[in-house]
Every structure is written in C-alpha cells, then in structure tokens.
C-alpha cells in the first residue's frame, strides 16, 4: 500500500470515512491535502505519520476526548505543523501540507498548562532539537556519589553539564573526590550525610535546595547497602539498618525533594535498585524486599506525581563491580556461576549503568516514566544460554 493511500484509507478506518460524523455525533474533520506530488509514498511513512495522529484520533468522548483536542491543538501550530509536513515528506518522500481540524472551536485559545505542555513536546519530541542530549543548566543530587556508580553517575551527569551536588557518610572519601573533579572542571558539591539518619536527610535536600535556589532537576536514589544472610539468621538490627539506608531514604528523598523537583517545571527522579527485587537471588532477603519496594515506590510516583511534571524510574543492575561486591567476587567460584548466568558472558561495569541514568534524565525520554530498566547484561530474561535453560535462584 502507498503512504498516501495508507494514510486515507488508515484515517477513513479510525474515523469511519475521512470526513465522517462520530459516535458523539460531532465533525470532527481530519483533512491531509496534497498539494503537490502524486499520491504515493512508503508504508512506513504512513505508520509513522499515523502515529504522530494518534493523539487527534484517540477517542472522542471523556478525557481521551480533550486530549484529543489539545493534540489538535497543538498540531494547529504552524511551526509544528511545519515540522510535521517536513517530517512526513522526509517518510514519505512527497511534500504534503497539514491542515488538521476538531470539533473544537477553530480560534479556541490554549490554557497555561497546554501552552506549557506543547512548549515541552515542541523541545522533547522533536529529533536533533539543541539539548535534547544534554544536561547542560540541569541540577542534581545524587546520593553515594564517593565510590562505585554513584561516583560515576556524578561524573556522566557533571560531564554532561549538569551542576551536581553529592553526599557520602566519610568527610575525608568526599574531600579527595571533590579535588578530582574540580581538577576535571565538574561542577560539584558535597555534603557529608548519613542518609539512614531521618535528620540528615532533611538537612542534605535543604543543602541542596540552597545550592540550587530552590529548584531541583534530577534527584538520583543511589546509595544503598546490603547484608547478605540466610534470612533466619538476621536480626532485628539489620532488619532496620538496611531498610532504612536503602527504602525508607529513598522514599523520604523524594518527598523532601517534591516542591523543588515540581519547581524546576521539569523533574526526574532515578532510583537505583537491582535485579534481587525482580528475581530471586539467593541470600539478601531483605536487601532484595527494599529494592522491590522501590520499584513500586516508583510506579506509585509515576503516576501520582505525572502532574507536576515530575518523572520517575528504576534503573536495576545485575552484578556491577564496586566496592558493595568487591569481597563477594572475589570467591572465583562465585563469580563464575554469576557470569555463567549472564548471556552477556561478563560483569557490569559502573558506566554501563551511569548511562542510562544520565538518558533518564534527559529531554530525548520525557515520555518514559514508571519504568523499572535493568542493566543485568540480560540476566532477568528468562532465555536458553548455550542449550540449557537459565534457572532462578542460583
Ligand atoms: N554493585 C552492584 O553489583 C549492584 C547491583 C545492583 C544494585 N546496586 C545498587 O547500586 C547502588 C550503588 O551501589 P554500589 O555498588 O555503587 O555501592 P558502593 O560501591 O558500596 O557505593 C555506595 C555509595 O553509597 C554511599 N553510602 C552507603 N551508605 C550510605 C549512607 N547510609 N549514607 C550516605 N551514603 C551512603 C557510600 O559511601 P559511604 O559508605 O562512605 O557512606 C558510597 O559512596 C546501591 O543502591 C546498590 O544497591 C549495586
């Protein structure tokens, strides 16, 4: 099928014909004129364009309906008309002309919060756009920024523009890292904070508030610790030490960083937790319970705080060598069956999961939120690795 018919008859399908009356019983006229070039183009422009209509088309009653019409609205614009009509003729290679209409009156104007919304799809969704990959006037705080991928998550976040403020528990660690990066040019700041201490916590987003005058971009959950015992053999000691390092500070982190993040009108917060709280690894129950708990925690920020623009993800790595694992890789036994487990064939590194982090933050992902990402090296999908099946725990 060409691009164009595709694109009439995928229109006059979704619509009941081109110009057809809805189940509402309104007109609400989608037009595409052509007005040069014959009538053909790829499959592939058609799918491509139709997903850009897909907000128009959506429903058209309720709340799907007023989504539909700010869509409209928004392809109303003659600069992202323009950019739609260039986009197309690229799929397609025709140049067709877009005049886009609803039910919604011709001249209606946009609210603040469409006017805004629109302004954030014009510079997110937009290929090539200046910043898209760029954390350039960001801000962030990254908690357990001295070792391991906290530190290089401070360094890609810092490397990438972004004015980063970062905390541990040992003053001297914190002393020698910031000397490095300054020498790097990174703009970073730190603070010494024991983050299972709810006090500290408070003052370190208060340190961070006045650092970056009350607003706040990215809010990256790293620190965490684990005490790997058989779970009979823990104790109530451990039960709070490492649920209050790892969940309660996390949880609290967030709602302390709540009106800064909603302030900066763009938000992003990352968690790090780990594939032991998608699969069973064995030992580390309790450091597993916090990590699946963290990645509801962020499904549930996802949603409740999507209004305040403000996103929310897990990144989740498989085995990555930092000091947290240091002494329990360093049984060879150990980590051979870890690597034998791992179609990838290898351990993580520190900047395998630094990466991710630092795309979470960007405007190239404002529509991904609520995501749980692992970086295991494909660990967590059940697959066949050289003819035997991958069994969990081990
Ligand atoms: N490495 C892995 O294989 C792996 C796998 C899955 C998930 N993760 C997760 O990734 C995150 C980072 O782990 P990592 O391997 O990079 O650990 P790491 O090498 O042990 O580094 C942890 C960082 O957090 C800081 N920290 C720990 N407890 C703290 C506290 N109570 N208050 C303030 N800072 C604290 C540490 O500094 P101080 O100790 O000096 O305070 C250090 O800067 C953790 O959440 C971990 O669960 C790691």
Same mark, same amino acid.
């Given at each position: 099928?060409?691009?164009?018919?595709?694109?009439?008859?995928?229109?006059?399908?979704?619509?009941?014909?081109?110009?057809g009356?809805?189940q509402?019983?309104?007109?609400?006229?989608?037009?595409?004129?052509?007005?040069?070039?014959?009538?053909?183009g790829?499959?592939?422009?058609?799918?491509?364009?139709?997903?850009?209509?897909?907000?128009?088309?959506?429903?058209?009653?309720?709340?799907?309906?007023?989504?539909?019409?700010?869509?409209?609205?928004?392809?109303?614009r003659?600069?992202?008309?323009?950019?739609?009509?260039?986009?197309?003729?690229?799929?397609?290679?025709?140049?067709?002309?877009?005049?886009?209409?609803?039910?919604?009156?011709?001249?209606?104007?946009?609210?603040?919060?469409?006017?805004?919304?629109?302004?954030?799809? %014009?510079?997110?969704?937009?290929?090539?756009?200046?910043?898209?990959?760029?954390?350039?006037?960001?801000?962030?705080?990254?908690?357990?920024?001295?070792?391991? +991928?906290?530190?290089?998550?401070?360094?890609?976040?810092?490397?990438?523009?972004?004015?980063?403020?970062?905390?541990?528990?040992?003053?001297? !660690?914190?002393?020698?890292?910031?000397?490095?990066?300054?020498?790097?040019?990174?703009?970073?700041?730190?603070?010494?904070?024991?983050?299972?201490?709810?006090?500290?916590?408070?003052?370190?987003?208060?340190?961070?508030?006045?650092?970056?005058?009350?607003?706040?971009?990215?809010?990256?959950?790293n620190?965490?610790?684990?005490?790997?015992?058989?779970?009979?053999?823990?104790?109530?000691?451990?039960?709070?030490?490492?649920?209050?390092?790892?969940l %309660?500070?996390?949880?609290?982190?967030?709602?302390?960083?709540?009106?800064?993040?909603?302030?900066?009108?763009?938000?992003?917060?990352?968690?790090?937790?780990s +594939?032991?709280?998608?699969?069973?690894?064995?030992?580390?129950? +309790?450091?597993?319970?916090?990590?699946?708990?963290?990645?509801?925690?962020?499904?549930?920020?996802?949603? !409740?705080?999507?209004?305040?623009?403000?996103?929310?993800?897990?990144?989740?790595?498989?085995?990555?060598?930092?000091?947290?694992?240091?002494?329990?890789?360093?049984n060879? %036994?150990?980590?051979?069956?870890?690597?034998?487990?791992?179609?990838?064939?290898?351990?993580?590194?520190p900047?395998?999961?630094?990466?991710?982090?630092?795309?979470?933050?960007?405007?190239?992902?404002?529509?991904?939120?609520?995501?749980? +990402?692992?970086?295991?090296?494909?660990?967590?999908?059940?697959?066949?690795?050289?003819?035997?099946?991958?069994?969990?725990?081990?």
């Amino acid at each position: 099928m060409s691009g164009w018919t595709g694109f009439q008859a995928g229109l006059a399908a979704q619509t009941g014909s081109n110009t057809g009356a809805h189940q509402d019983g309104s007109r609400e006229q989608l037009r595409l004129t052509r007005p040069t070039g014959r009538q053909t183009g790829s499959q592939a422009g058609w799918t491509d364009t139709q997903a850009g209509w897909t907000g128009v088309q959506a429903g058209r009653t309720g709340p799907q309906a007023d989504r539909s019409r700010r869509a409209v609205r928004q392809y109303r614009r003659p600069d992202l008309q323009r950019h739609l009509a260039d986009v197309c003729s690229s799929w397609s290679g025709r140049n067709f002309a877009l005049q886009g209409v609803s039910a919604a009156p011709v001249n209606a104007p946009n609210t603040p919060a469409e006017t805004s919304e629109m302004a954030g799809a %014009e510079t997110s969704a937009t290929a090539g756009a200046p910043g898209r990959w760029s954390l350039h006037g960001k801000t962030a705080l990254v908690t357990g920024g001295t070792r391991g +991928i906290g530190r290089v998550v401070v360094e890609e976040l810092a490397a990438l523009g972004a004015a980063v403020h970062t905390c541990s528990r040992k003053e001297a !660690e914190l002393a020698e890292r910031l000397k490095e990066w300054e020498a790097k040019g990174f703009r970073v700041t730190v603070s010494v904070c024991d983050l299972s201490v709810r006090e500290q916590r408070e003052r370190l987003v208060r340190d961070a508030g006045d650092r970056f005058g009350s607003k706040l971009d990215i809010l990256v959950n790293n620190a965490g610790t684990n005490r790997k015992k058989p779970t009979t053999e823990y104790s109530a000691e451990d039960y709070s030490f490492v649920m209050a390092t790892n969940l %309660e500070s996390a949880y609290h982190l967030c709602q302390l960083a709540h009106p800064l993040l909603k302030a900066s009108g763009s938000g992003n917060i990352v968690l790090i937790t780990s +594939i032991a709280g998608i699969v069973a690894l064995n030992g580390g129950t +309790i450091y597993a319970m916090t990590k699946g708990a963290m990645n509801q925690l962020t499904k549930n920020l996802a949603c !409740e705080w999507a209004k305040d623009n403000i996103r929310t993800n897990s990144v989740a790595p498989g085995y990555i060598f930092t000091s947290l694992v240091e002494r329990l890789l360093a049984n060879k %036994e150990f980590e051979a069956s870890v690597v034998g487990r791992t179609p990838l064939r290898r351990l993580g590194e520190p900047s395998e999961v630094s990466s991710l982090v630092a795309f979470l933050c960007m405007p190239g992902s404002t529509y991904i939120t609520g995501q749980t +990402i692992s970086v295991d090296g494909v660990q967590t999908a059940p697959c066949v690795v050289t003819g035997r099946r991958v069994n969990w725990p081990v």
